[in-house]
């Protein structure tokens, strides 16, 4: 099994930045893409940012020029580092993993973390 843990959301105003973190840990033989996605209550969740193995990334439109993804394979984690921040980013963050283990390939989803924009 694959094991997320996030971290680093919380409230900041218009603007302004947040870093947050995605760690995978478990029975893990590698790990293809990974990825952040959003969701508001009464919304499908929807993409915000992926990059590959090979280090390949795309971004939603909306958060083109703001938002960054990153990862570093030695821990298993992917970053999404979010500058000027504005109220309709406000959402549940969620990362997702691709990761091949001993019973094969699994995606893998975090508990998400609540970003929150304040006007």
């Known amino acids: 099994q694959v094991q997320l843990v996030e971290s680093g959301g919380g409230l900041v105003q218009a603007g302004g930045s947040l870093r947050l973190s995605c760690a995978a840990s478990?029975?893990?033989?590698?790990?293809?893409?990974m990825g952040w996605y959003r969701q508001a209550p009464g919304k499908q969740r929807e993409l915000v940012a992926i990059?590959?193995?090979?280090?390949?990334?795309n971004y939603a439109d909306s958060v083109k020029g703001r938002f960054t993804i990153s990862r570093l394979n030695a821990k298993n984690t992917v970053y999404l580092e979010m500058n000027s921040l504005k109220p309709e980013d406000t959402d549940v963050y969620y990362c997702n993993v691709l990761a091949t283990t001993g019973r094969g390939i699994t995606s893998a989803w975090g508990q998400g973390t609540q970003v929150t924009v304040s006007s």
């Open positions: 990059i590959t193995s090979g280090g390949s990334t």
């Open positions: 478990g029975n893990i033989f590698s790990i293809g893409t």
